[in-house]
């Protein structure tokens, strides 16, 4: 666990995902939770090490079942998007068995222990944008819908720092089996403002570059590209993911499986030849 500010802790060595602890006064607020059983585990010791009070909150920065699976681990109130919110209480007490095989898959030796664990229900979800204050703490939460209709900034103004979530990933490449891919863009083009006064986090690595932004928004748009020529091709949606393999060595994918980074984008690409068929407005 690094110290990245004043209160402010980051942790990118689970796989996938990338987790913080902000320390206040009446306790800790989490930012997502590790993927695994046993890094969820191994990250409630280190929360303990760090404060012996409990953890107030623990803030999810979008829908993916990998942030949502081990939240119970920490034992504290959820907060997250609305859209969240209601995909969790859509599941059937249960999360869905192909993000548990997809886990499995991602990392075998690290799911061994994985249990299909109750559905959380968030205690507290918000539509566009929230603020609180928790002892020595404020947060500024803000509804950021590109890469999954629940995604969301954690903004801390007094220490000048920024949590992004999914909008730039470093370890991974741009998912977009659920993003509003030009929403997404526009809100990669927003965070160039930021930089010049704010640090940016990931939710899957550590501070954000001028240069990671810019991986992805080629990234995205490299992925427009190939699913507006294959439907000005006049060619079928189940043929458009067989281009995915050629994407493989343009964005570092650190330890994931090739195989696994390959259907992630196979089905990206697949739902931007859904996207891409929408009128005009409902792409926005």
Same mark, same amino acid.
């Given at each position: 666990m690094e110290q990245i500010a004043e209160n402010v802790y980051?942790?990118?060595k689970y796989d996938g995902v990338s987790v913080a602890a902000l320390r206040t006064h009446e306790g800790l607020i989490c930012i997502d939770v590790p993927s695994y059983p046993r890094q969820a585990r191994d990250w409630v010791t280190q929360l303990h090490s760090l404060y012996s009070r409990p953890v107030r909150y623990v803030i999810i920065t979008d829908l993916h079942g990998d942030r949502l699976l081990n939240v119970r681990w920490? /034992?504290?109130p959820i907060i997250t998007h609305r859209e969240t919110a209601a995909l969790?209480?859509?599941?059937?007490?249960?999360? %869905?068995?192909p993000l548990i095989e997809s886990l499995v898959t991602r990392n075998p030796d690290r799911s061994r222990d994985f249990r299909n664990s109750p559905v959380p229900q968030p205690t507290l979800h918000f539509t566009h944008d929230m603020h609180m204050k928790k002892g020595?703490?404020?947060?500024?939460?803000?509804?950021? %819908?590109?890469p999954t209709p629940g995604s969301i900034?954690?903004?801390? %103004?007094?220490?000048?720092?920024?949590?992004?979530?999914?909008?730039?990933p470093i370890h991974t490449p741009p998912l977009?089996?659920?993003? /509003?891919? /030009?929403?997404?863009?526009?809100?990669?083009?927003e965070?160039?403002?930021?930089?010049?006064?704010?640090i940016l986090v990931s939710g899957r690595g550590g501070l954000i570059t001028a240069e990671h932004i810019d991986n992805s928004v080629e990234f995205i748009r490299a992925l427009q590209e190939q699913a507006a020529d294959h439907i000005a091709a006049g060619r079928p949606r189940e043929q458009v993911g067989l281009a995915a393999r050629t994407f493989l060595s343009r964005f570092s994918y650190k330890n994931l499986p090739a195989e696994w980074v390959r259907i992630q984008i196979k089905?990206?690409?697949?739902h931007l030849y859904d996207e891409l068929q929408l009128p005009k407005g409902e792409q926005l």
């Amino acid at each position: 666990m690094e110290q990245i500010a004043e209160n402010v802790y980051l942790e990118t060595k689970y796989d996938g995902v990338s987790v913080a602890a902000l320390r206040t006064h009446e306790g800790l607020i989490c930012i997502d939770v590790p993927s695994y059983p046993r890094q969820a585990r191994d990250w409630v010791t280190q929360l303990h090490s760090l404060y012996s009070r409990p953890v107030r909150y623990v803030i999810i920065t979008d829908l993916h079942g990998d942030r949502l699976l081990n939240v119970r681990w920490l /034992n504290a109130p959820i907060i997250t998007h609305r859209e969240t919110a209601a995909l969790l209480q859509q599941y059937d007490k249960r999360f %869905p068995q192909p993000l548990i095989e997809s886990l499995v898959t991602r990392n075998p030796d690290r799911s061994r222990d994985f249990r299909n664990s109750p559905v959380p229900q968030p205690t507290l979800h918000f539509t566009h944008d929230m603020h609180m204050k928790k002892g020595n703490l404020d947060l500024h939460l803000l509804a950021k %819908p590109g890469p999954t209709p629940g995604s969301i900034w954690v903004h801390l %103004p007094r220490s000048g720092m920024l949590f992004v979530g999914d909008t730039v990933p470093i370890h991974t490449p741009p998912l977009l089996q659920q993003a /509003n891919s /030009n929403l997404w863009l526009q809100q990669l083009d927003e965070l160039r403002s930021w930089l010049a006064d704010t640090i940016l986090v990931s939710g899957r690595g550590g501070l954000i570059t001028a240069e990671h932004i810019d991986n992805s928004v080629e990234f995205i748009r490299a992925l427009q590209e190939q699913a507006a020529d294959h439907i000005a091709a006049g060619r079928p949606r189940e043929q458009v993911g067989l281009a995915a393999r050629t994407f493989l060595s343009r964005f570092s994918y650190k330890n994931l499986p090739a195989e696994w980074v390959r259907i992630q984008i196979k089905q990206s690409l697949e739902h931007l030849y859904d996207e891409l068929q929408l009128p005009k407005g409902e792409q926005l």
